[in-house]
């Protein structure tokens, strides 16, 4: 790991552990055992910068009949006390002024899993990124629970399976959300439009699809192709606990061929983290510059090969190769 990135990840951890500090200050209990936050994005990553903007979900702790939703004041409380929390830590606005600050319930994260009401209801980006990139921020306990709620609704046939089992449910899902994460982004592309802002908004949504949002997913499907058959619930949990890089050099640490190749892939994805440690304006600046844009697609694509060779080798190795593609 490089000096770069070390420091990125210590940042990070500070930063989070600032925000747990803050929120159980403006909360105390009064809603621990109602509510978890977790964060994702590039802090859940480890890999923020002063730059970063935060990326926060809330679920609400599922007792199964007697689930009661939060009212409309508490709701509102708690938006109130996550941008005071914001604020505090001078940090971004959150997207589209907070319009995704949405409660979900454990019901609805895998109650939905799989139906139209997934995507409409934005319960599958939450569950999904509860389990490729996150970390708790209030409400601990009640995230580890929801955790392994979650998990269980993946492990349906583990019980038949005991010895052999596959996650294929939970490979399908992932592979879902990489799949929905290219057209989401190709239904929105705006290289073609008049606005330079757009069109820059644009480019870098695509270059973050080709690193960080690649990482998360086939880090994932690395783990999961790595264990191959005989995967146990305790292992996934393990995993989630780390974040996208870890899961990768965990996934290769037997493999020196895999682990050079790995090496590889985070220079790549080094230059690509200092090319987002700057402010929104140079980045726009930056990625509307051709050359720039140029070289940087250039890393992306040899990134995205390391990455396949990799995944698809160790899926071959566990003979698990199939259901990544059938």
Same mark, same amino acid.
């Given at each position: 790991m490089s000096d770069y990135i070390k420091k990125n990840k210590q940042y990070s951890i500070e930063r989070i552990a600032e925000f747990s500090d803050q929120l159980q200050d403006i909360f105390d209990s009064k809603y621990s055992n109602k509510i978890c936050i977790y964060a994702t994005g590039s802090y859940a990553r480890y890999e923020a910068n002063e730059h970063s903007d935060l990326d926060v979900f809330i679920a609400i702790s599922d007792k199964g009949k007697d689930t009661k939703?939060?009212? &409309?004041?508490?709701?509102s409380e708690i938006i109130s006390g996550l941008e005071n929390m914001r604020v505090n830590s001078n940090l971004q606005e959150f997207t589209d002024g907070g319009d995704y600050l949405s409660f979900h319930t454990a019901s609805d994260l895998i109650g939905n899993l799989g139906n139209t009401k997934d995507d409409f209801e934005n319960t599958f980006t939450a569950r999904m990124l509860?389990?490729?990139e996150s970390k708790p921020l209030y409400g601990e306990d009640n995230y580890y629970q929801l955790m392994r709620k979650i998990t269980d609704?993946?492990?349906n046939d583990f019980h038949s399976h005991v010895d052999n089992f596959i996650p294929v449910f939970l490979v399908n899902d992932i592979l879902r959300f990489w799949r929905t994460l290219c057209l989401n982004y190709e239904s929105k592309r705006s290289?073609?439009?008049?606005? &330079?802002?757009?069109r820059g908004k644009g480019h870098l949504q695509n270059l973050k699809l080709k690193f960080s949002r690649l990482l998360i997913c086939f880090a994932t499907i690395g783990y999961l192709a790595k264990q191959g058959q005989g995967l146990k619930k305790d292992d996934l949990i393990d995993m989630i606990k780390l974040p996208p890089q870890a899961r990768f050099s965990a996934s290769i640490q037997d493999n020196e061929e895999f682990q050079l190749?790995?090496?590889r892939a985070m220079v790549l994805y080094e230059t690509f983290m200092k090319s987002m440690d700057a402010t929104s304006d140079e980045i726009s600046d930056w990625i509307m510059n051709k050359n720039h844009r140029g070289l940087a697609f250039k890393d992306a694509k040899e990134f995205g090969d390391i990455i396949y060779k990799i995944v698809f080798s160790?899926?071959?190795q566990s003979k698990v190769e199939r259901f990544l593609v059938v």
């Open positions: 939703k939060l009212t &409309k004041i508490q709701e509860l389990l490729l609704a993946y492990f290289y073609r439009e008049d606005n &330079k802002q757009a190749m790995f090496k160790l899926a071959e």
